[in-house]
């Protein structure tokens, strides 16, 4: 008779303390001193075997590695990747359409993290947030909940940000899924949301031969022309031959505010054999 160990549900707490004190002597007036403080901290609880939910709170992000300064001479957006813990880990389960959110190209970054704690090119810190993570049988999960702070500095209000993945394996080696992200308030409209829906396949067949396919479209208030983007790209990768074949469609209004984009308005058609 056997008798198998029960699953040990991991929990890990990273609180912080910061406080400092600025002291101020006038001519002719008494010494002066202020007191700051911050506390904040962030809690990582594993719900299953392969499923971890993240919670943090007043996150700080002081010891983040800065970013490479780079000097911008062509007509496309600057990209910096991500680099901040909280949204490192389970990064790879929001990819969609065939397309990092590490790094940069034509294809447009549907989410990308870096757009939250930023509003309108300026800082915005982050109240509070939470995200759960992880694989069940076929189904890969990510949901995300933030929430930034006021900034009466720069008069950037507080923002909402959810997102929800969704991706299941099909075939031997094959996936399908979908994706949903929103900002409460937009970055053209402050009084309205921005959201966008998308769904994504990846497709392997033998050994060599991959498709990657998706169709998205985004809700901007006050934009109402093209709002969607497609992508097909057809890529047959054996050692003596290959052919690649690619379509990919960015429309006049498609905008995703908690993405990335390079290039804004433009279709492209490749193709390259070997």
């Not at 997102?163 to 308030?185: K, M, P, Q, W, Y």
């Amino acid at each position: 008779q056997t008798c198998a160990l029960p699953i040990s549900k991991n929990l890990e707490l990273k609180p912080y303390v910061i406080s400092n004190t600025t002291a101020n002597r006038a001519p002719g007036q008494s010494l002066s001193s202020t007191w700051a403080r911050d506390v904040g901290a962030d809690v990582k609880y594993g719900i299953a075997q392969n499923m971890t939910a993240d919670f943090t709170y007043n996150t700080d992000f002081a010891q983040v590695e800065a970013d490479q300064q780079q000097v911008n001479l062509t007509r496309f957006s600057l990209f910096f990747p991500e680099k901040r813990e909280f949204f490192l880990e389970g990064q790879g389960i929001f990819n969609f359409g065939g397309q990092a959110s590490n790094s940069a190209s034509d294809t447009p970054i549907m989410f990308f993290s870096r757009s939250i704690g930023i509003n309108r090119n300026r800082p915005q810190d982050i109240l509070a947030g939470g995200r759960v993570t992880g694989k069940q049988g076929r189904y890969s999960l990510g949901a995300m909940n933030i929430q930034t702070r006021d900034e009466d500095s720069t008069g950037a209000p507080a923002t909402n940000f959810t997102v929800f993945r969704l991706r299941r394996d099909i075939l031997g080696r094959s996936t399908v899924g979908a994706l949903f992200t929103d900002r409460s308030i937009s970055n053209r409209n402050p009084a309205d949301r921005n959201n966008m829906f998308g769904v994504d396949g990846l497709f392997t067949f033998f050994q060599n031969l991959r498709i990657n396919s998706y169709v998205a479209r985004t809700r901007t208030p006050g934009l109402r022309r093209d709002e969607w983007s497609y992508r097909g790209q057809f890529d047959y990768a054996a050692d003596r031959y290959g052919l690649m074949v690619e379509r990919l469609k960015v429309g006049t209004d498609f905008n995703p505010e908690v993405g990335f984009m390079r290039r804004f308005d433009f279709a492209k058609s490749s193709a390259a054999l070997r």
